[in-house]
């Protein structure tokens, strides 16, 4: 039976309404929008802190801005906190470990050495800094105070300097590198000679008091840093200190150079008196020990340091009327007067005018009183010296600041005689004082170290006067001429340094006065007196190689500016220029300049150096053109 055909058409899902379509619609709408929430991997501190939502952003995020709350964060760009708190951990185990280190190094160290150290921590707030230069010196020189305290003979130094010195004070806390004795003798022969002229601008009283006192951090005039500086100085001229350096195997003078640039360091360079003299002694060692072009930031370090402290306000903040600030007013006018002078003589080495200028400050300082004050030292203590020299030092350096300026502006010979005029003014203000002087000079009260320093610096500023006046002018009233009393001023420098060598320990810094003698004497080797001086003189400047290296390159400049003048070294002087090691010639360590010489300026000018740059030529440009011309034609 066949089915019967589908009549109906297939049914269909029911369309629905316009209005169901409308009602369903307003249901999706109104159902809540399900938002992905950004995670931040790492809050700042005050969000999380206040456990609120914080977008990470750097370096402030919206929260604190918003708030105007300063927004920091204790990890790195990029680094989640897990990793910023292992990182910090491993830091704070690294520093216990060195924590532990230096106790254990309090614990078992010699005593000395442990109140070193301890002496370090308390004026410092670093103590892993204080371990560190314990590490340097242990590298430098294992175990120093072992060795030196083990050995008789380094002991039996140490006693003889204590016996021989006139200021007897500790060598602790303010270094560890030589005992009491040592400590002592250096100390005294500084304030001995080179206090009394050169290096004017160190307190004796104050200094002695708080270095006695021995205590770091209430020292005001005193520090480790000047007292190494001092002894790195001193250790030049000390045979007694050659001896201890032979027996431990040192060279002392670089050991306390070196403790001294530790000190400086560790302390931060702090800006204070005795950081200011400290610079200034670390530049003339360094340049006594050849080393010249890397000590001078130590001078100019000393300047700016002079700036910054502005003594000359705080002494005009001082009531003159108050006894409680009388040694104030004393300290501060001796530095500023002191350093003064110390820069007179230095710039005098490059050619230029001092960097710093006189003070306005009243030159309070009484020679009598700091002489004869009670210090507690022997009845004879520091009587090798002349009164008055610090008052001549400070106005020679004054009519010397005015030489140096008026040649930076004139270096050269006007044709309408104004400069020649300027010139003969400055030298009768010059014979003025030399006259004033004659009872230093004479030598009344027997020979000082003063009084040949204080004759020094005369013929230095004469020099300067007449550095580029023909040899055959006259001063006006004055009948030598520049050539012979050129060759005065030379004679009487050599009768002073003579005296000194015969009486007192040979000064590295007779060799530059020795060196500037020879330089003016060149020009005039074709007359006999001429040459007998000079032989004397060059005697003497090889006299003083075994104290500083840096004679050598004075010999050579000297050797040098005779070859650039066509003259002959003396067949009696040859001796003295021999065995000069020229292998360092081309590195010369010393940039002091030459007397100013037309013919040499000539020469190097020729070879591409500026004639007209400067008041003086670079003794090593000079020398390493010599050098090089030697080899040439040899």
């Not at 369309?15 to 790492?42: D, F, M, W």
């Not at 456990?51 to 990470?56: I, L, M, S, T, V």
């Not at 009233?477 to 005065?488: A, P, Y």
């Amino acid at each position: 039976m066949s089915s019967a055909p589908n009549r109906y058409r297939p049914l269909l899902p029911l369309a629905p309404s316009s209005t169901q379509s409308q009602r369903e619609g307003e249901l999706v709408a109104q159902q809540p929008t399900i938002r992905t929430r950004q995670v931040t991997a790492v809050a700042c501190e005050p969000c999380r802190k206040k456990k609120a939502k914080c977008d990470g952003l750097r370096p402030a995020c919206d929260r604190c801005v918003h708030n105007g709350i300063r927004c920091c964060y204790s990890t790195g760009i990029g680094e989640s906190r897990t990793v910023a708190l292992k990182k910090q951990n491993a830091e704070l185990k690294d520093e216990l470990s060195q924590l532990k280190e230096l106790l254990n190094l309090l614990r078992t160290r010699p005593l000395d050495d442990a109140a070193e150290i301890l002496n370090r921590i308390r004026i410092i707030n670093d103590p892993i800094a204080v371990l560190q230069s314990v590490r340097q010196a242990e590298i430098l020189l294992p175990n120093p105070l072992a060795t030196r305290s083990q050995s008789p003979r380094v002991q039996k130094i140490d006693t003889e300097a204590m016996n021989s010195s006139s200021i007897r004070v500790p060598a602790r806390p303010w270094t560890t590198l030589a005992g009491d004795g040592i400590i002592s003798e250096l100390v005294t022969n500084f304030f001995q000679n080179d206090h009394g002229y050169l290096v004017p601008f160190i307190h004796r009283g104050s200094f002695i008091r708080d270095m006695k006192n021995q205590s770091i951090g209430e020292s005001l005039y005193c520090s480790p840093t000047l007292l190494n500086a001092m002894c790195a100085l001193k250790c030049l001229t000390s045979q007694r200190v050659k001896t201890l350096g032979f027996l431990t195997g040192q060279n002392m003078a670089e050991r306390f150079l070196d403790e001294a640039k530790k000190q400086l360091e560790i302390e931060g360079c702090r800006e204070s008196i005795p950081t200011l003299n400290a610079l200034c002694l670390m530049y003339l060692t360094s340049a006594l020990l050849g080393r010249d072009r890397a000590g001078v930031m130590y001078r100019y370090a000393a300047y700016e340091m002079l700036k910054r402290l502005n003594l000359e306000k705080r002494f005009t903040k001082l009531d003159p009327s108050d006894p409680e600030v009388a040694e104030m007013r004393l300290i501060l006018s001796k530095t500023l007067w002191g350093l003064f002078c110390f820069e007179s003589r230095m710039s005098y080495f490059y050619s230029e005018p001092s960097l710093v200028r006189p003070p306005s400050v009243p030159n309070l300082f009484d020679e009598r009183i700091e002489l004869y004050e009670n210090l507690g030292e022997p009845p004879t203590a520091l009587r090798i010296f002349t009164p008055g020299v610090f008052k001549a030092n400070c106005a020679l350096s004054e009519l010397f600041y005015a030489i140096m300026t008026f040649n930076t502006m004139n270096p050269v010979i006007d044709n309408k005689g104004a400069s020649s005029a300027k010139r003969a003014e400055l030298y009768t203000t010059l014979t003025e004082l030399q006259n004033s002087w004659k009872p230093i000079l004479q030598m009344g009260d027997g020979f000082t170290a003063q009084i040949c320093y204080l004759g020094n610096h005369i013929s230095e500023a004469a020099f300067s006067i007449m550095q580029i006046l023909p040899p055959d002018y006259h001063f006006p009233g004055h009948t030598r001429s520049i050539k012979e009393l050129c060759i005065d001023y030379c004679e009487s420098d050599s009768k002073l340094i003579e005296q000194f060598m015969k009486s007192l320990t040979p000064d590295p810094l007779l060799g530059r006065a020795l060196f500037v003698s020879l330089s003016i004497l060149a020009p005039y080797l074709d007359e006999p007196k001429v040459k007998i001086l000079f032989v004397r003189n060059s005697f003497m400047l090889r006299a003083c190689l075994p104290i500083t290296p840096m004679v050598k390159v004075l010999l050579k400049g000297v050797q040098a500016t005779a070859w650039s003048l066509r003259k002959s070294i003396p067949v009696d002087a040859r001796q003295y220029f021999q065995d000069l090691d020229e292998a360092g010639a081309t590195d010369l360590p010393v940039s002091f300049s030459l007397p100013h010489s037309n013919e040499i300026r000539a020469l190097l000018s020729g070879e591409g150096e500026d004639g007209d740059s400067g008041l003086g030529v670079h003794l090593s440009t000079l020398v390493s053109r010599w050098s090089t011309l030697s080899v040439d034609q040899s």
